[in-house]
């Protein structure tokens, strides 16, 4: 047990969470320019990376590092399919596929949940936490932008299951110091969490069609982060 691993993975993971917010796509949205087209294939994006990671934790609830945050409160699969019922139509189903970038992003949720389970904990961090908090400023903007009707289109941001977002987070924090984890694997963690905003930020950036260079830098900062890792296990 590490008792600041929250800490730890907030600090870890300031500045790709920083990265992730000055990407072109998020910066636009942040100030309330935002395509319907994007933000709906973004959705559709999103739901087959929760989809993958949720169906991984359901397979995972007794594992000693991964079940103790199967909140299913926190799930959003189903959020995401009322979304995009509205945003495709009743057929959605048969027309939305995952992006180049979705793909390997759910390639990667799987692969860590077969051969190191514990590493689901950062994807995990980096996107229910990121939807408790700043996801909650984003709707209000895609509410105005959008010109959405009441009750329509924002279902990915409504927690009706947590009535106190702050506590849940505090709660949530508590857990991840609880976990039964040594340094070396904190460090895996929080390594695997910068990766997942990477993988954030390839969606981002394929939205904006510049994917090639989104993808290089995917793999060359997860191959540096990598090297760091083990250099430190050397040390």
């Known amino acids: 047990m590490i008792d600041d691993f929250s800490v730890q993975i907030k600090q870890g993971t300031k500045k790709s969470h920083s990265a992730a917010e000055n990407t072109k796509f ?6 309330g ?20 990671m949720e169906e ?13 945050l199967a909140y299913e409160e926190l799930y959003r699969t189903a959020s995401l ?11 959605w189903r048969n027309i939305v596929t995952p992006t180049e970038s979705c793909q390997q992003y759910v390639n990667r949720i799987r692969e860590v949940a077969q051969d190191n389970p514990y590493l689901l904990v950062g994807h995990h961090y980096t996107r229910y ?3 408790l908090s700043g996801g909650q400023i984003l ?19 409504e927690f009706k299951n947590i009535t106190d977002k702050k506590a849940f987070k505090e709660s949530y924090r508590a857990t991840l110091n609880t976990l039964p ?22 969606m981002f950036s394929e939205l904006e069609g510049d994917s090639f260079k989104a993808f290089m830098q ?3 900062g997860f191959v540096t982060e990598k090297l760091g890792l083990d250099n430190e296990e050397d040390h």
Request: a negative charge; aromatic letters at 14%.
């Open 218 to 220: 995917v793999l060359c």
């Open 129 to 131: 936490l990121g939807d």
């Open 139 to 157: 709707k209000n903007i895609a509410k105005s932008a959008l010109d959405l009707p009441v009750g329509e289109g924002l279902n990915f941001y």
């Open 81 to 91: 399919a009322k979304d995009l019922s509205y945003y495709y139509g009743p057929d």
């Open 181 to 202: 984890l040594d340094q070396h694997e904190v460090n895996a963690i929080i390594t695997e969490a910068n990766f997942a905003f990477r993988l954030n930020m390839y």
């Open 56 to 68: 991984e934790i359901d397979k995972l609830k007794d594992h000693p590092v991964v079940g103790p």
């Open 26 to 31: 998020v910066s636009q949205f942040l100030k």
């Open 33 to 52: 320019v935002l395509e319907p087209e994007k933000y709906r294939t973004l959705l559709a994006d999103f739901y087959f990376v929760y989809r993958a």
